[in-house]
């Protein structure tokens, strides 16, 4: 993106803006886990796989959603297809990027 801009000066700008939004994307990817390790600090659910049916890190945030979201009806569905649907969009953005190359 950076190589297709008209002077250096545009190409600067992007990379400022771009180097932004990544900022921003990491800081709100920290706060999700600084907010489940607040909310488990005291128990680790991973490792008590017995009572929490977690095998893995990467189960928390659903396992989170569907502890916290579960008495609404719908709330759980809508909350687990925004996180895959993000994440198809970024995969389909990368995608459409490579293609382009």
Do not use: E, W
Not at 66 to 88: D, E, R
Request: net charge positive; hydrophobic share 45%; with cysteine.
């Amino acid at each position: 993106r950076i190589l297709s801009m008209s002077d250096v000066k545009r190409a600067k700008s992007v990379l400022r803006l771009s180097s932004l939004q990544q900022i921003l994307l990491f800081a709100i990817c920290l706060l999700c886990g600084i907010v489940l390790y607040g909310i488990y600090h005291d128990c680790y659910p991973v490792l008590k796989k017995k009572y929490s049916g977690l095998t893995k890190h990467d189960q928390m945030i659903p396992a989170y959603i569907v502890n916290k979201f579960s008495n609404i009806p719908g709330m759980t569905g809508l909350c687990i297809a925004g996180i895959f649907s993000a994440s198809l969009s970024t995969i389909s953005s990368a995608l459409n990027c490579a293609s382009t190359i």
